[in-house]
């Protein structure tokens, strides 16, 4: 093999590689653009509605919240706990905290749909719950 033919073969080697690396590039910088624009819940106040309870959040920054009762067995109760929040998808977040009493609480809240799934930890039992979230302006 001589020495033009040895150079056209590294050349496009060459050349396909780098033209593989660029079309996958888009795709990956696509992906985590979707992820990197949270939610930001810093400030807000919201208001869950579970049908016979409806509570009111408001999310005093990226680690801490305060919750009040607005109806149902525990009107009047209120609560400031830490919070831990993880992005599942474009604005679907998964939000966890345990109150002062040890009530785990687990929710994974969807504001496309304005949905909420909460899970709540008493003891040794789970008790599910669905409803729905609104922001408060």
Known sequence: MGM??????????????VSCQQKQEPKEAKAVTALTKPIVLSGK???YDYGDS??????????LLRW?????????????ERYYRQ???????????????????????NWNT???NSYLRIK???IPISGTVTEVQ
């Open 114 to 116: 304005h949905v909420v």
């Open 54 to 63: 409806q509570y009111e959040v408001t999310v005093k920054n990226d680690t």
């Open 124 to 126: 040794n039992e789970i």
């Open 45 to 47: 106040k919201i208001h």
């Open 87 to 109: 992005d599942i998808a474009p604005g679907i977040i998964f939000i966890s905290w345990i109150e002062k009493d040890g009530l785990g609480v687990s929710q994974v809240v």
């Open 68 to 80: 009040e009762s607005l109806s149902g067995t525990s009107k009047g109760t209120t609560g400031e």
């Open 4 to 17: 033009k033919n040895y150079a056209l073969i590294s050349a496009l080697s060459f050349a396909f590689l």
